[in-house]
């Protein structure tokens, strides 16, 4: 190999422009993938090589066609600047498809990108202190924290200065640049919100005599198999931090499974050696870690973390100790545009008299003109000026003042970002599926949106009985889109009916995510085209046998452990019910019914090797 | 209609004509570049040195325009688009051989490459691209006005230059040449859908910066590199229907510095009614990633 680019302990130096974020990319990262491109087109880099170098740098290969790439940007928490997201909008109408897509963890991904014009993509994105490094392969990949971070009543402290911290002390570390496979850390505000147990790392804020800390989740994660994570010990020190993190990598690096691709995860070793054990190894580790860690490197993190607003006196943050709901402003008056999106859309932060506005975006699209419209918003409107995108795909703009709220939906409306729904189930999530994975059996991006359009055009963001359930949608058993942790998931997969190929969803009930976090039961298989209908049913049962004020989440809980309490009691029940509508008419009658959406063609379940363990 | 089919006939026959261009013409004016930028344009205008020209709709030319542009709407010279026809409209915007000419639109500079390239095709060597839209023009604040301008008619030479032309044959025979490379203009999903089978894709998107029509040439040129395109390379651009945004992609590849570029000015949409065969890509559903 080259020279390599080097990675500096010691290096903490304080990059703070006006309006702009940490700095994580580096520029000469991109001449040198270009490099690496035209290598590999002479030639003289063999594919499996490059493919890992690629991956290494954020970028993975489009469905069924090597020649293009879907660039994978870190926001590291979701905190992304005005500046940021009009560099985006421009490298994606320049170089991708003129739109840009959130995805499940606060990434931002660009698709169809050229090969050869990756660097150049690379290059605008450093430029605005962005990285795609590390954000695919065997490495850390995006630091998630909760988008309520800083701003979530029932929180004890601001997490988001030890998410960065953590993410900028691994980012590029020669200690996790080849992990068995990927790795990931989510830090959550409370317990209630963030996605804490299906992580490698889940980390909830807490506080113990005074002292600021974690309660550290480790081994959970989703996929073919799904694990909920495992508390490592009542109370983690924010001293103990980095060495119960290092510790973790140390563990995973050493004994993860680096044979089998299927069980490589930090979960499966979890699950192989049993809990204690690995706990045992762990807190044995961390205080190896800790006798031994130089004093550069646990500098190099202090400084990270000071870096962090860590102590943003600029904004007031009042710390309730009362767990409160994240109050949304209720108006009664009649469902104009405006009431609907303030009802479902608005969220009043723990500082008061300021509010946190949603954008809802369909599976996490939005155009690069709208990108330009939600920078100004944040400019004009929000006193942090920065947002944060969502793990449900959209955008949350926070510290925005009461009597700003009228201008700011007048202004996102007029282009498109207005829609209502955000906390509800409205805002439907899906993976990128057929529209750009090797992987996908299905077309689970529009699916999700599909169904979102048809909820808005039923009024059902106005039905409070509808919030704070979800739905999640994977075009594949790998769980890109979350499908486990949904009130009603789904994921894709491909049966025969007759002699023809039919694209279809197993679809799971009452998955939740916060630090009670539970994973979906399997329910039943339905055809792509069927999704809806079934989806409709439920609702109209739901409506005709919840009991009281029950809202659809709890109720699907309820027969998910057969504990209903009308008609339908469990899952069988919900499955007689159901069986009549998923059959299909003759392929014949209606061969409409036996593609997928968004093609004209007969449906056949196409993939290419997956890159996700490269 | 346009009618680039006439010079391919007389192609055979006009070898005098184009030999003609060989012998350099003494530098009596000073040339342009490519794009020609703000400050170049003004002094010229100042010192009545240029015939402006402005492509857009004839309707927005009546509501304002740069100082002294004539007015040439893109479709009529569309509708008139063989040499005979593209001599006359020159003439008629007093353009004579010497005049520098310079081209603007509103539309990201695609039309007034189509219209350059026209008239860089009959042979009239100092033209340029205008480096802003008219919008930004106005924007800046600069000399506009509305008085309908006209000059008296003149005599333009023909001297075609095929070097900068190709049509489907063209294409065909390009299509297996290691040397030639063939450029779709368009956007990527439309790329992705079909394409004239081993053509690659430079969007125009890719051509623009935020406040020019066109990027600064050592930006371009790294483009090129990073893509393995020589300069020596000869490249032919084609877009959708009528040779705009590959024009425009034409000008750039130039201002990269490719001495050998092509346009293919009836583009995708004949080689679609000529029933050639097409790339087209059905295993992915990339159209349903838009937001639109
Ligand atoms: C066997 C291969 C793969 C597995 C097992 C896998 C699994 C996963 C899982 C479990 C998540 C995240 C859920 C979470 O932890 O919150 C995820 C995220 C994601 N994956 Fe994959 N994936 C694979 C390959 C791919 C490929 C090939 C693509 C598309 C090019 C892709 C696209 C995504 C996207 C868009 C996300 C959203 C989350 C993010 O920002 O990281 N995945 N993947
Ligand atoms: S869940 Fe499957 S289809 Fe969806 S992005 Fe992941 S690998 Fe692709």
Redesign the interface.
């Known amino acids: 190999m080259a020279k390599s680019i080097d990675y500096d302990v010691l290096s903490s130096s304080k990059n703070k422009e006006l309006e702009t974020n940490e700095k994580w990319g580096l520029a000469e990262e991109s001449e040198y993938f270009a490099n690496k491109v035209k290598l590999y087109r002479q030639d003289k880099l063999n594919a499996d090589e490059f493919r890992r170098f690629r991956l290494q740098n954020g970028a993975y290969g489009s469905r069924l066609n090597s020649e293009f790439s879907m660039i994978r940007i870190k926001v590291p928490g979701g905190d992304i600047t005005p500046t940021q997201l009009e560099k985006i909008a421009s490298l994606s109408e320049s170089f991708s498809i003129g739109s840009a897509h959130v995805s499940t963890r606060q990434n931002i991904q660009l698709h169809w990108v050229q090969l050869e014009d990756v660097s150049e993509v690379f290059r605008g994105l450093a430029e605005v202190g962005l990285t795609s490094r590390e954000a695919c392969g065997n490495t850390i990949r995006n630091v998630m924290c909760s988008h309520f971070a800083g701003v979530c009543p029932n929180e004890p402290f601001d997490a988001t200065p030890y998410a960065k911290a953590i993410a900028r002390f691994f980012l590029r570390n020669p200690i996790c640049q080849n992990l068995p496979r990927k790795f990931k850390f989510n830090f959550s505000c409370c317990p209630e919100h963030g996605y804490v147990r299906i992580a490698d790392v889940g980390l909830v804020p807490t506080i113990r005599d005074g002292v600021k800390g974690f309660r550290v989740y480790l081994g959970g994660g989703l996929g073919a198999a799904s694990f909920i994570g495992h508390l490592l010990e009542e109370f983690t020190p924010e001293s103990r931090l980095l060495s119960t993190s290092i510790a973790t990598i140390r563990l995973y690096d050493r004994l993860g499974n680096r044979e089998n691709l299927a069980r490589n995860r930090m979960r499966y070793l979890v699950s192989e050696i049993g809990w204690e054990k690995f706990q045992g190894l762990l807190l044995k580790e961390r205080i190896l870690v800790e006798a031994t860690i130089s004093i550069p490197t646990r500098k190099s993190y202090d400084g990270f973390l000071n870096t962090g607003d860590l102590n943003n006196t600029s904004i007031s943050s009042t710390s309730t100790k009362s767990k409160i709901k994240l109050p949304v402003i209720n108006s009664n008056s009649a469902d104009t545009p405006y009431t609907r999106w303030l009802n479902t859309n608005v969220v009043a932060q723990k500082q008061s008299g300021y509010y946190s506005v949603y954008i809802t975006l369909g599976a996490g699209d939005i155009t690069s003109s709208q990108l330009r419209i939600l920078a100004e918003c944040i400019r004009e409107f929000s006193l942090e000026k920065k947002a944060r995108n969502t793990p449900q795909q959209n955008f949350l703009i926070r510290y925005i003042k009461a009597d700003q709220l009228p201008k700011v939906f007048q202004k996102l409306s007029g282009n498109g970002l207005g829609n209502p729904g955000a906390n509800t189930i409205v805002s439907t999530v899906g993976c990128s599926g057929t529209t750009s994975c090797n992987l996908a059996i299905t077309n689970s991006h529009r699916l999700a949106k599909e169904i979102q359009s048809k909820f808005l055009e039923l009024n059902i963001d106005l039905d409070k009985d509808y919030v704070d359930s979800t739905i999640k949608i994977s075009g594949c058993p790998n769980s890109c889109g979350q499908h486990e942790v949904a009130t009603i998931g789904f994921y894709g997969g491909a049966t025969r009916i007759g002699t023809s190929m039919v694209p279809i969803y197993t679809m799971l009930f009452a998955g939740s995510t916060g630090e009670n976090g539970e994973l979906g039961k399997a329910i039943m298989r339905v055809p792509a085209k069927k999704v809806m209908d079934v989806v409709l049913k439920i609702f109209e049962h739901f409506k005709k046998e919840r009991k009281g004020d029950e809202k659809l989440n709890e109720w699907i809980y309820k027969i998910s452990n057969g504990n209903g309490a009308g008609e339908i009691k469990n899952v069988d029940d919900m499955k007689k019910l159901l069986l009549p509508i998923i059959e299909l008419p003759a392929f014949s009658a209606a061969p409409d019914f036996y593609k997928d959406y968004g093609t004209d063609s007969n449906f056949v379940a196409k993939t290419a090797r997956g890159e996700c363990a490269a | 209609m346009c009618c680039l089919n006439k010079p391919i006939n007389r192609k055979k026959n006009d070898i005098k004509v184009v030999n003609k261009r060989v012998k350099a013409k003494p530098p009596s004016t000073p040339s342009l570049n490519l794009v020609c930028d703000i400050d170049t344009l003004r002094t010229l205008i100042k010192k009545n040195k240029v015939r402006v020209v402005d492509v857009r709709k004839r309707d927005e030319y009546l509501k304002g325009h740069i100082k002294t542009a004539v007015s040439l709407p893109l479709a009529e010279l569309l509708s008139n688009d063989d040499p005979e026809s593209i001599i006359k409209i020159l003439n008629n915007l007093g353009i004579s051989d010497d005049t520098l000419v310079v081209i603007y639109d509103d539309t990201f500079g695609a039309l007034a490459s189509r219209v350059a390239w026209s008239f860089k095709f009959i042979g009239h060597r100092n033209v340029a691209l205008l480096e802003v839209t008219y919008d930004n023009w106005k924007k800046l604040g600069l000399e506009i006005e509305r008085k309908s301008n006209k000059y008296s008619k003149v005599s333009h030479s023909v001297d075609i230059d095929y070097s900068i032309f190709a049509d489907a044959e063209y294409i065909e025979n390009a299509q297996n040449d290691k040397n030639k490379i063939i450029i779709d203009s368009r956007?990527?999903?439309n790329f992705?859908t079909e394409h004239i089978p081993n053509s690659k894709?430079i969007?125009y998107?890719?051509l623009r910066s935020?406040n020019s029509i066109l990027r600064n040439p050592s930006e371009l040129k790294?483009?090129m590199e990073?893509?393995?395109i020589d300069l020596n390379n000869e490249i032919i651009t084609y877009c959708g229907s009528v040779g705009t945004l590959s024009g425009l992609a034409f000008f750039a590849l130039k201002t990269a510095g490719i001495s050998n570029v092509k346009l293919y000015p009836k583009s995708f949409k004949e080689w679609k009614s000529l029933g050639k065969p097409k790339t087209e890509?059905?295993?992915?559903?990339?159209?349903?990633?838009?937001?639109?």
Do not use: I, Q, V
């Open positions: 956007e990527r999903l992705l894709n969007p998107t890719m935020e790294r483009f990073n893509r393995g890509f059905k295993d992915a559903t990339y159209w349903d990633l838009s937001a639109e």
